[in-house]
């Protein structure tokens, strides 16, 4: 007996995130063979072209941004969210009800639109993405100026089980008073990191799964697609760069260029190994609260809703993925 179980595997592995410090389960015996995912079918309700608000941008608000193309064609659109979750104000009210705290929802909240009704990102052409990259950072750059703008969300749903209502390919940004909490967990990991070890956390990683390459999914000169070690969901994915930089809104042109291309081959190898799989991509970038971040490396999310095989979080809050960081990242490296 006890030969036996030296030799069988165990049931699962324990991994610490030596950001979130979370310890995060990979359950091996549970895992579905993985070009299963692929083969996985999917409901879609496409909401026709003719009653979509995206398509009918005279049913919506002014556009903050437009780009075109040569001939005059609209390639990428902002424009504000007409039921925002935070609207201009030139007040920020807080008070006081007995124990407990307001504050008015102050911000701004608008939606990145490109304008094929049925192709999504990951389907995008890559100058398209060059473009959706550009109208991120112009906005951000916008928001950042604004009074009571202490950070900017960039997020993107896809696919109903991810939330997107509306099924016309639409990223979000949402620029508010607040840190949001999950963004606040990596920044004081990050902190703790480098003021105990006098190095960033990202930069470690990257540097030991570069060298290890066993999840490196993608990479080109200033950009890493990986599956991160303390992967919380099947096939999360992460894209970095190379390089330390704290703040997304100050990346350069040439950057960008290669940002769009890790973006394109990251999201279509979930889109084409996944059979189109819902997800969930947003940014976690310094804030914009004037206050010291060097030692933040900025990233992007990207976290695919597998329905059937997603993870589950114990009372404990403990996730569980099924398969292995390292199986994810060698079955996305083989998808072309
Ligand atoms: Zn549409
Ligand atoms: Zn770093
Ligand atoms: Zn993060």
Not at 215 to 234: D, M, Q, T
Request: with cysteine.
């Amino acid at each position: 007996m006890a030969e036996d179980n030296k030799l069988s595997k165990p049931a699962s592995e324990l991994r610490f995130d030596l950001v979130s410090k979370d310890w995060i389960v990979i359950a091996t015996g549970r895992a579905k063979r993985l070009d299963e995912f692929a083969k996985q079918t999917r409901q879609k309700e496409e909401a026709l072209e003719e009653k979509c608000p995206f398509c009918h941008l005279e049913t919506q608000g002014k556009p903050t941004l437009e780009y075109k193309d040569k001939d005059g064609n609209l390639e990428v659109v902002v424009i504000p969210n007409k039921f925002p979750a935070f609207s201009h104000a030139e007040s920020l009210r807080e008070r006081a009800e007995g124990p407990y705290s307001l504050m008015d929802g102050v911000g701004f909240h608008e939606v990145v639109i490109t304008r094929d009704h049925r192709k999504s990102l990951a389907e995008l052409p890559l100058a398209l993405m060059r473009r959706v990259i550009d109208a991120y950072q112009e906005r951000y750059l916008e928001f950042v100026n604004e009074k009571f703008v202490n950070y900017v969300a960039i997020f993107h749903n896809h696919g109903k089980e991810a939330g997107a209502s509306i099924s016309h390919p639409h990223s979000q940004i949402i620029a508010v008073p607040l840190i949001d909490p999950d963004l606040q967990r990596s920044l004081n990991g990050s902190r703790m990191f480098f003021e105990n070890q006098g190095e960033c956390v990202h930069c470690k990683m990257l540097e030991w799964d570069m060298e290890e390459k066993s999840r490196i999914i993608f990479e080109n000169k200033e950009f890493v697609v990986l599956a991160p070690f303390a992967s919380r969901v099947a096939f999360e994915t992460r894209i970095y760069p190379k390089e330390h930089h704290p703040y997304f809104e100050r990346i350069k042109d040439k950057e960008k260029d290669s940002l769009a291309e890790a973006m394109n081959v990251a999201l279509g190898k979930i889109f084409k190994g996944m059979n189109d799989p819902a997800y969930n991509f947003f940014v976690h970038t310094a804030p914009a609260d004037g206050k010291d971040y060097n030692h933040y490396h900025w990233h992007f999310e990207i976290l695919p809703k597998t329905s059937t095989w997603a993870g589950f979080e114990l009372g404990a809050g403990i996730e569980i993925s099924t398969i292995e960081p390292e199986k994810a990242a060698e079955y996305l490296r083989n998808i072309n």
